[in-house]
């Protein structure tokens, strides 16, 4: 899909008038090709986030948003106040999910651009893989990996302590 020559995105990007994406490489330079690959990532996990939103959304009582509407509420009050909150469970549910996954993102990066060019887009699973199995260092490799899970660990309890937090202040 990004390819300079036969790539969709350039094709795309050109048809709609960016003729700047005429023969563009996206993996020259690290910018670029994190966009690239964020690109990717977002592409990927958007049908899972759309969908418990969506259910979220369908679960948000009819009478209540009828009730908000009687009393005069805007649609951006109706949002602010009752939509919003509703589904902010399901909402911080989809962050801890999403971080979780951005930040173990392995398979993009690799089939992509390997690390590359020249490390800049290398992340943690990639150096991770590359130090266990391809310099055959697994302890550091395995330290690396224990690391990435402390750091999700910690994260995700930020989360579920801000999730209780918040909960009791309602």
Not at 36 to 48: L, T
Not at 116 to 121: D, H, I, L, Q
Not at 157 to 168: F, H, M, N, T
């Amino acid at each position: 899909m990004f390819h300079d020559q036969y790539g969709v995105v350039n094709w795309a990007l050109v048809n709609v008038g960016f003729d700047r994406f005429d023969g563009f490489s996206w993996f020259i330079r690290p910018l670029w090709a994190f966009t690239a690959i964020g690109v990717v990532v977002v592409w990927q996990s958007f049908p899972f986030v759309a969908i418990s939103v969506l259910a979220a959304l369908q679960s948000i009582s009819q009478d209540v948003i009828d009730a908000a509407r009687i009393d005069g509420a805007t649609p951006l009050q109706r949002l602010r106040f009752i939509t919003l909150p509703m589904i902010k469970p399901v909402l911080l549910v989809m962050v801890v999910i999403s971080t979780i996954w951005d930040f173990k993102v392995f398979d993009q990066v690799y089939v992509m651009t390997e690390g590359g060019p020249a490390r800049s887009t290398e992340v943690l699973a990639i150096t991770t893989w590359r130090e266990a199995f391809t310099q055959l260092n697994f302890g550091l490799g395995s330290a690396l990996a224990m690391a990435m899970f402390a750091i999700l660990a910690v994260v995700t309890i930020i989360y579920v302590r801000l999730i209780r937090d918040d909960e009791e202040l309602s």
